[in-house]
């Protein structure tokens, strides 16, 4: 991975480049920033320049036969740590699981936790880093580089290191070989032990942009409207870009459902009829979870579209909004700032909830009862 090939924030780039040329790089570092985020790929590309043979100022060469290895992901003191989940209470260790890992970063660079799971097959399954994954690390870590003359350890969403684990990696970030580096590259803070945490640099690592995202998608060859739709719906996660390109969902059945979904909620508020609402739901229910987790988020959109339209705000992400029997500014009037974060709220929350395999009927129809309620505290009020 060189960094000419990663779409980012050039001022990213530039503070990791500095450190290595000012020999400033801390032994441990923690990559944060969300699911999508280019915060992985940016580490391997940094390890990877550390590594090469032939680096010019601002990238590796991406010819030299360490990065040669880069390529494929196999360098040899290139060590990645993940989450797994336990099968038959045997602890597993990534070692063991290295090929699906070099595979999906094959395949995909941009991933979310949710992609690897389901890649090898643990995604109903609650994944962890255990101790003994570090009781390894501990055993190598102190061994010679075999062709680098340092050792680089990415540890892969780290907030999913339990307590035992975490104290064990404590101990290495007190005292650190001198020829290793450590990066975690995670997307949340909040659970790591504060004693590990403040023990590593942090780099914030943004999210893309909307742009950086439909430029990504074109460069795939990805339709130019297509991929301005999916770039306003993914709130700058590449890795949720990338899927639903791959997804045949078309625009105007999402918009449909959409409107269907939001008539029958107005009215099992303004009717009591609540029949066709759960026919619709049991309609939905049946979509494959990755077109669910696609009708959730565009209509989230819309929500949030509607809420900028009521507020007077101009800049909206402006999904699509075709049909001429939805009136969007009679709909947007139902939203605004006493219901609108909860609804945001619901929206993520369901949207999690569906990826550990909720059971969507009852989620939907909660959902719905939460929507109409919300919605219609504000009918009242009006
Ligand atoms: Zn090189």
New binding site residues.
């Given amino acids: 991975m060189l960094f000419r090939e990663i779409l980012c924030n050039n001022n990213i780039k530039r503070k990791l480049l500095s450190s290595y040329h000012n020999s400033m790089i801390p032994h441990s570092q923690f990559f944060f920033g969300k699911s999508g985020s280019p915060n992985l790929v940016l580490a391997i590309a940094y390890s990877?320049?550390l590594?090469?043979?032939?680096?010019n100022k601002v990238d590796?060469?991406?010819?030299?036969?360490?990065?040669?290895k880069?390529k494929k992901f196999t360098h040899p003191d290139l060590h990645f740590i993940f989450p797994l989940a336990s099968v038959n209470k045997t602890k597993p260790l990534s070692i063991n699981f290295i090929k699906y890992w070099q595979n999906i970063l094959l395949d995909k660079v941009y991933f979310s936790h949710f992609d690897w799971l389901n890649l090898i097959n643990l995604e109903n399954k609650k994944s962890i880093i255990n101790v003994d994954e570090i009781k390894n690390l501990t055993r190598k870590i102190y061994l010679k580089p075999y062709e680098s003359n340092i050792k680089v350890i990415i540890i892969w969403m780290p907030e999913k290191m339990n307590n035992q684990a975490s104290n064990k990696i404590l101990k290495i970030l007190e005292e650190p070989p001198s020829n290793t580096y450590i990066i975690f590259v995670g997307n949340s803070k909040d659970e790591l032990l504060p004693t590990v945490l403040s023990r590593l640099q942090i780099t914030y690592i943004p999210n893309f942009t909307d742009s950086e995202i439909n430029e990504y998608l074109i460069s795939l060859g990805v339709d130019s409207s297509k991929s301005n739709v999916i770039s306003k719906l993914v709130d700058g996660d590449l890795s949720k870009a990338i899927s639903l390109t791959a997804n045949k969902t078309n625009d105007s059945v999402l918009e449909e459902d959409f409107i269907t979904w939001m008539r029958l909620c107005f009215s099992l508020i303004k009717k009591n009829n609540s029949n066709d609402l759960i026919l619709f739901l049991g309609k939905i229910s049946k979509y494959s979870r990755e077109n669910q987790i696609i009708f959730l988020s565009y209509s989230l959109s819309i929500f949030r579209d509607a809420f900028m339209t009521n507020i007077g705000q101009k800049n909206l992400k402006k999904i699509i909004f075709l049909s001429e029997n939805f009136n969007f500014n009679k709909f947007s009037s139902f939203i605004n700032f006493n219901n609108f974060e909860k609804i945001v709220n619901l929206f993520n929350q369901s949207i999690l909830n569906l990826e550990r395999n909720a059971n969507s009927n009852l989620l939907y129809l909660d959902i719905s009862i939460k929507l109409c309620y919300l919605m219609n505290i504000n009918l009242k009020k009006n």
């Fill in positions: 990877q320049y590594m090469c043979k032939k680096k590796s060469c991406g010819r030299c036969e360490s990065c040669i880069y």
